[in-house]
């Protein structure tokens, strides 16, 4: 739990504009200490050695960040799904099937998406929104 609150705290910092800001000045007092030191091979081992760690990290730490916003949206897929009366419930445990069960699943609903698409003329009944916007649209076109 340490590490994942950790992470979070990094990754939220890191992705600050501020944090972007401090990254563009640390290059540009790099690039301007570049005659100083004439462009030498540790002038450049620097910036070299300085990104590639960064970047090894970060991929951590992304791929973090990225594990737990997975899991979030799956916890807030699977409630929804749980709650819906016409839900099928046997979908709330995807995470336990193989990659060819989950290929002919996918399958079957897209079957079933486009019978659905096929019974219908339109898929999606219309909501107040777009009559709204077709109200405006015509008034915009006179």
């Known amino acids: 739990?340490?590490?994942?609150k950790?992470?979070?705290?990094l990754s939220k910092w890191t992705g600050s504009p501020r944090t972007f800001l401090v990254a563009i000045l640390l290059i540009c007092?790099?690039?301007a200490t570049g005659p100083m030191f004439?462009?030498?091979?540790t002038w450049q081992l620097i910036i070299n050695t300085s990104t590639t760690i960064i970047t090894f990290l970060m991929v951590f730490l992304i791929q973090n960040?990225?594990?737990r916003d997975t899991d979030q949206l799956h916890i807030k897929i699977d409630e929804l799904l749980r709650?819906?009366?016409?839900?099928?419930?046997?979908?709330l445990s995807l995470d336990n099937l193989d990659q060819k069960e989950l290929h002919d699943l996918r399958k079957k609903y897209k079957a079933?998406?486009?019978k659905e698409a096929a019974d219908h003329t339109q898929p999606f009944p219309e909501c107040e929104a777009d009559e709204t916007r077709k109200a405006s649209s015509q008034t915009a076109d006179h």
């Open 1 to 4: 739990m340490k590490f994942s």
């Open 6 to 9: 950790f992470a979070q705290a």
């Open 29 to 31: 007092a790099w690039a």
């Open 38 to 41: 004439h462009y030498n091979d």
């Open 65 to 67: 960040t990225q594990n």
């Open 83 to 91: 709650v819906t009366k016409d839900a099928q419930n046997a979908v």
């Open 112 to 114: 079933m998406g486009d």
